[in-house]
């Protein structure tokens, strides 16, 4: 029989390893640091925006419910901005594309204004007039579509081109494609009374004159609350001269 003890002794004691090993193992460690240290740090790139598909792509997509995915479309891209690890400035994305894009959110779900509503409040807002003129241009593109439900849009767009640009003349022609509802009585009075205050702004006190004599000579203001308005309007015109 064998004895325990002999078994044991039997069995190989651990041994050191070299010293050169031990001096290969710790060079080796200090090279992986080294290197590790030369590398940049790992950063976040953002992704522009692309264009959009084409209306057949957007159709299939769609699988028949243009409305749902017209609104995830604008919930995707409302977070453009938003990137992993990234938040971009309004300023640094394709303002073109993004006017592109809302065409195609609006021509999907023609009834909604929230395209309309964050060209305008989110995306024309910024300190930067030459994006703003690209959102509220493409306002003033959608206007005539449907121009009996967007023409609120189109007349703060010509609000945010007198404030926001300094340029009436664009609020003007905005205001221009309104003037036939406005004498039709068909928009409310406030849109009046910004044509009026922009041809005051410009010196075009004749034609605001003209403007209201017509609209009271035709008899197309019936309500004496806005006669009473627009014989104001002439009243200041006057105290001006």
């Known amino acids: 029989m064998f004895c325990i003890g002999k078994i044991y002794k039997a069995t190989p004691s651990p041994r050191t390893p070299p010293a050169w090993v031990t001096l290969f193992l710790a060079l080796g460690l200090a090279g992986q640091l080294f290197w590790g240290s030369l590398r940049p740090s790992p950063s976040a790139k953002a992704e522009e925006l692309s264009p959009p598909p084409s209306p057949g792509v957007l ?4 699988l028949g419910d243009h409305v749902v995915f017209a609104r995830i479309l604008m919930l995707w891209l409302q977070n453009v901005d938003n990137q ?5 400035p309004f300023r640094h994305l394709d303002y073109d594309k993004m006017a592109q894009w809302l065409e195609v959110v609006l021509a999907m779900d023609p009834k909604s204004d929230y395209p309309l509503f964050a060209a305008l409040h989110v995306y024309a807002g910024i300190p930067d ?3 703003t003129r690209i959102m ?11 121009p009996e439900q967007r023409w609120r849009w189109l007349a703060l767009a010509a609000v945010s081109a007198r404030h926001r640009l300094n340029d009436p003349q664009l609020a003007l022609r905005y205001l221009d494609e309104l003037l036939p509802q406005v ?3 068909r928009l409310p009075q406030w849109v009046l009374g910004i044509r009026l205050s922009l041809l005051q702004a410009t010196g075009q006190l004749e034609s605001a004159r003209q403007l209201i004599g017509g609209l ?3 008899q197309e203001i019936r309500s004496p ?5 627009l014989s104001e309007w002439l009243e200041k ?5």
Not at 84 to 88: F, K, M, T
């Open 59 to 62: 159709q299939l997509a769609a």
């Open 129 to 131: 007039p030459q994006r």
């Open 183 to 185: 004498q039709q009585g």
């Open 136 to 146: 509220l241009d493409f306002i003033h593109r959608q206007f005539p579509l449907h």
């Open 225 to 229: 609350t806005e006669i009473q308005y």
């Open 237 to 241: 015109l006057a105290q001006e001269e």
């Open 84 to 88: 992993p690890g990234l938040s971009i």
């Open 216 to 218: 009271l000579y035709h």
